[in-house]
T-cell receptor
Framework: DAKTTQPPSMDCAEGRAANLPCNHS???????VYWYRQIHSQGPQYIIH???NNETNEMASLIITEDRKSSTLILPHATLRDTAVYYC????????????FGQGTTLQVKP | NAGVTQTPKFRVLKTGQSMTLLCAQD?????MYWYRQDPGMGLRLIHY???????AKGEVPDGYNVSRLKKQNFLLGLESAAPSQTSVYFC????????????FGPGTRLTVT
């Protein structure tokens, strides 16, 4: 599975958009990009995933560059409850199902 | 609909003792996973199951055994606990291996002294 690189920490003002970057320069054509978050040592929570098109759901948007070497998770109106560790993960389409978690980005939303 | 539940929530063991962690899901998912998370680290896969009666090794399987006798339950056993197994254990389930998200339980915090 491709390796991902994320900044260790970021701050965001409450009500503003949070843009979390992820580099995955060795990603293969059949590898999906997944985002999960973990709030205060709870179990990780799925946010969104995509292959090459941009994706949006009720929680967030995922923007994947045309060369697929990087992506950005966007939380459009961050709240204090969005403070968490955000993990960017790439997965092969036919692997064992395991998620390889890196260190993630700790997002601190401030009032 | 409780989702994924784990018991117990906390446990302290002495070195050499054994215990079983129970994971239950009520979403009729075929696939279930056990992860461990050490302080400041991401999760690492211990074992997983692709259906009732099947199990397979993940990244860090040594010192653990698992069983999936019923579709809704996935048990993680420690036969002889070691201090290196002090960790938070998370169970997860999913509809399939790849395209659907994994749903995680709240975790079990285990300390081995």
């Amino acid at each position: 599975d491709a390796k991902t690189t994320q900044p260790p920490s970021m701050d965001c003002a409450e009500g503003r958009a949070a843009n979390l970057p992820c580099n995955h320069s060795t990603i293969s054509g059949n590898e999906y990009v997944y985002w999960y978050r973990q709030i205060h040592s709870q179990g990780p929570q799925y946010i969104i995933h995509g292959l090459k098109n941009n994706e949006t759901n009720e929680m967030a948007s995922l923007i994947i560059t045309e060369d697929r070497k990087s992506s950005t998770l966007i939380l459009p109106h961050a709240t204090l409850r969005d403070t968490a560790v955000y993990y960017c993960i790439v997965r092969v389409g036919t692997d064992t199902g395991k998620l390889i978690f890196g260190q993630g980005t700790t997002l601190q939303v401030k009032p | 609909n409780a989702g994924v539940t784990q018991t117990p929530k906390f446990r302290v063991l002495k070195t050499g003792q054994s215990m079983t962690l129970l994971c239950a899901q009520d979403m009729n998912h075929e696939y279930m996973y056990w992860y461990r998370q050490d302080p400041g680290m991401g999760l690492r896969l211990i074992h997983y199951s692709v259906g009732e009666g099947t199990t397979a090794k993940g990244e860090v399987p040594d010192g653990y055994n698992v069983s999936r006798l019923k579709k809704q339950n996935f048990l993680l056993g420690l036969e002889s606990a070691a201090p290196s197994q002090t960790s938070v254990y998370f169970c997860a389930s999913s509809y399939d291996l790849v395209y659907y998200e994994q749903y995680f339980g709240p975790g079990t915090r285990l300390t081995v002294t």
